[in-house]
């Protein structure tokens, strides 16, 4: 008897695990530091991380659905959400105090990323169909 089995091929879903990754790293993310200030840390979990995390929710339903388009929706929703959000902290913080006195908090790194990898799974999702 052969060694070698002879079946269906295994398909791999690289956008899958990539947005699964991407919510993890939001969800977590969101709840860490988001800023680091000579008195304290500011928690996402006290402003925009909320949102973040409510819409890692949503990129995780698009994961999960069999249905690629409309998987690739709500990861593109989750995507936009988990870019702007950080980028708007960044850009009202530099508004308020400039660049001294605070550095961006690990939360805020992971929410960018995760967002990032949303997005990159979101155009793989699109175009598997």
Do not use: C, E
């Given at each position: 008897?052969?060694?070698?089995?002879?079946?269906?091929?295994?398909?791999?879903?690289?956008?899958?695990?990539?947005?699964?990754?991407?919510?993890?790293?939001?969800?977590?993310?969101?709840?860490?530091?988001?800023?680091?200030?000579?008195?304290?840390?500011?928690?996402?979990?006290?402003?925009?991380?909320?949102?973040?995390?409510?819409?890692?929710?949503?990129?995780?339903?698009?994961?999960?659905?069999?249905?690629?388009?409309?998987?690739?929706?709500?990861?593109?929703?989750?995507?936009?959400?988990a870019l702007a959000l950080p980028?708007?902290?960044?850009?009202?913080?530099?508004?308020?105090?400039?660049?001294?006195?605070?550095?961006p908090g690990t939360g805020l790194?992971?929410?960018?990323?995760?967002?990032?990898?949303?997005?990159?799974?979101?155009?793989?999702?699109?175009?598997?169909?």
């Amino acid at each position: 008897m052969s060694s070698s089995t002879t079946g269906p091929p295994v398909t791999r879903r690289p956008a899958r695990t990539m947005a699964l990754v991407a919510v993890l790293l939001v969800v977590i993310g969101s709840f860490l530091p988001w800023v680091h200030t000579p008195i304290g840390n500011v928690s996402g979990g006290r402003g925009a991380g909320l949102w973040t995390a409510y819409a890692a929710f949503v990129g995780l339903a698009g994961t999960l659905m069999p249905w690629h388009r409309v998987g690739a929706g709500h990861l593109a929703v989750f995507a936009v959400v988990a870019l702007a959000l950080p980028a708007w902290q960044l850009l009202h913080l530099v508004n308020l105090v400039g660049f001294g006195g605070w550095m961006p908090g690990t939360g805020l790194v992971l929410v960018a990323v995760g967002g990032v990898l949303a997005a990159t799974a979101a155009l793989r999702t699109w175009r598997q169909v």
